[in-house]
């Protein structure tokens, strides 16, 4: 007989299934969105939270030992694990110039693993609600956020012969509503070129956005001595 084998419960095996349901239902909105973990990598992390949890709990039986004689801390190995997490939300995380990308993905990897472990500690009514406030974070709040008016980071790179009207692009930015974060530049002594990388800040108006952005190109583009104009959203 497998030792141990005699703790495999129903309700264990249910729990490492409502892990899977919980942590796919959430994934399948990442992987739906195009983000770098999506539905494959939530399940696993879910279902690997409930079994950690549940060795946890079930640690001095599983000990070769009496287990009247064993003492062990039921969170350690819960506590090591949550570690874990960490590395994996760190590995989805992408900084692009001012613009911090994957920290949605991240927390909800987090997410998805205290509900594992709460699934696997039995508390199914915590779990299912901590589940439900999540698809309303990244379903519903999404569409908030979309309507709702805020400011956004853009990186803006300008190639222009050298000599260009530097404050005639700053008027432009200016005239869009467009605040300048920071600014690099970029000398190619062989073309007689200069690039200048801007950071600029700009509020987001819902369902005009694109307009906005469309037209601040367009009209530094028109300026003397600008050969390439590029918008990075």
């Known amino acids: 007989m497998i030792w141990g084998q005699d703790l ?14 919980c942590g796919g239902a959430i994934g399948l909105e990442r992987q739906i969105n195009g983000r770098p973990a999506g539905f494959r990598t939530h399940l696993l992390v879910c279902v690997a939270s409930v079994l950690l949890m549940e060795i946890s709990a079930n640690y001095h039986h599983l000990a070769y030992m009496d287990p009247s004689y064993v003492r062990v801390d039921p969170g350690r190995i819960a506590a090591g694990a949550i570690t874990g997490i960490g590395f994996i939300g760190a590995g989805v995380i992408i900084k692009m110039g001012a613009n911090v990308l994957g920290l949605t993905t991240a927390a909800s990897l987090w997410m998805v693993s205290a509900i594992g472990f709460a699934l696997g ?12 406030i999540t698809l309303f974070s990244l379903f519903v709040l999404r569409l908030i956020e979309y309507i709702t008016p805020g400011l956004s980071f853009k990186s803006l790179t300008i190639k222009a012969a050298r000599g260009v009207d530097e404050e005639a692009i700053r008027e432009v930015l200016m005239n869009h509503n467009a605040s300048l974060f920071r600014t690099d530049y970029e000398v190619d002594n062989a073309e007689d070129t200069l690039t200048l990388l801007y950071t600029v800040s700009i509020r987001r108006k819902p369902k005009k956005s694109k307009a906005i952005l469309r037209g601040l190109v367009e009209d530094i583009s028109c300026l003397d001595k600008v050969s390439r104009v590029t918008l990075r959203t």
């Open 121 to 132: 500690a039995g508390l199914y009514v915590p779990a299912a609600l901590a589940l439900l």
């Open 8 to 21: 495999v419960s129903g309700e264990m095996l249910l729990r490492l299934l409502l892990g899977a349901l």
